[in-house]
């Protein structure tokens, strides 16, 4: 019999191509007047083109975004938002640069409008982190979640064909775990396998043609309810370990996301068969682990940790740190089955 809470997340979502255009009014909306545009220095110029465009609701372009949100980037973004006098923050960028935003909103009442380009999906949870002296704590606060979110798939024409198909599959393993999650409930459950199939489907015409508005759009679409799912449901296996290889072996986030889901899935089939049939279904595929690993295969994204720089010696210490701290997974978490795991995504093998 059904029985769930679910706890709805409040924000504002536009979505269209061309929608960047109404960023002045939702700056008004908001009861703002002066936004502190952010972005990574490889996306600056997207970053000071809007900042243009926003004429005097702008007061300034902070381009200093870094992955994982290093705290002294950080104080200098906050810093900056006083100098200037911002009341608002305009987060260009993927998941980087919307972590930034949230750093500042979490010790100021700046409210955050995220301009997603990727498809990472922090813009849609109250999930912040910060990283300092090489550990990165991360929490779940409403005053980081941003109040608008603008999806514009035109600005994700430019995201490279190879990182398109990484990042998509980073947005597929929050609605793989979110379908099995402790928490989870009916409705981001449909949203979940919603989002697998629209991502799934868009990404292998994304590979072969990267201008493809219509395939651009259905990604993004997939991608915001991969966000959805991610903020609305806790996560297990899959995400505890890309975060304890990306923390302590510094392999990159979306990349690792792509090698382990396969393995993740199939980890965790025997436990949660029908939500692992979900997922297959909305792959088109017999099996979840087995169809996430074509659809990376599918789109040359990398299949095995060694292609993404972790060395075999590194696995033992991985798997310990893994299982340091208990947590939920439909299926016990042991030492063993995680060592064996972590071998098979080492070496690359297909989930039977
Ligand atoms: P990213 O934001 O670091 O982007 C990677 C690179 O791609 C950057 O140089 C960026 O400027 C560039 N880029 C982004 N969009 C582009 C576009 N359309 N065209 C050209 N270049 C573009 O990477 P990401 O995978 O989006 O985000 C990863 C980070 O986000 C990690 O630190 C991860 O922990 C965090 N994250 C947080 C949450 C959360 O809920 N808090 C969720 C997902 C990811």
Redesign the pocket.
Known sequence: MLSFVYDALPSRVIFGAGCLDKLPEEIDRLGASKALVL?????RE?AAGIATRLGSRAAGLFDR?????PIEIAHAAREEAGRVGADCCVAV???????LA?AIALTSPLPILAI???????E??P???LTQEGR?T?GRDTRVLPKVVLYDPT??????PA?SA??GI?AIA?CVEALYAKDANPVISMLAEEGIRALAASLAVIVQDPGNLEARSEALYGSWLG?IA??SVGMALHHKLCHTL?GSFNLP??ETHTVILPHAAAYNASAAPETMLRAARALAAESAGAGLYDLAARLSAPLSLRAIGLHETDLDRAADLAVQNPYYNPRPVTREGVRVLLQNAFDGRRPS
């Open positions: 972005s990574t220095p490889q996306q997207t975004a870094a992955m994982h949100v960028g993927g998941g980087s640069t919307t972590g949230k997603p380009t990727s498809y990472a999906g922090s849609m949870t999930i912040w982190g990165k991360t600005l994700t024409l430019s995201l490279p990182f990484t990042s980073n929050h966000g991610l903020g990306g986030h979306a």
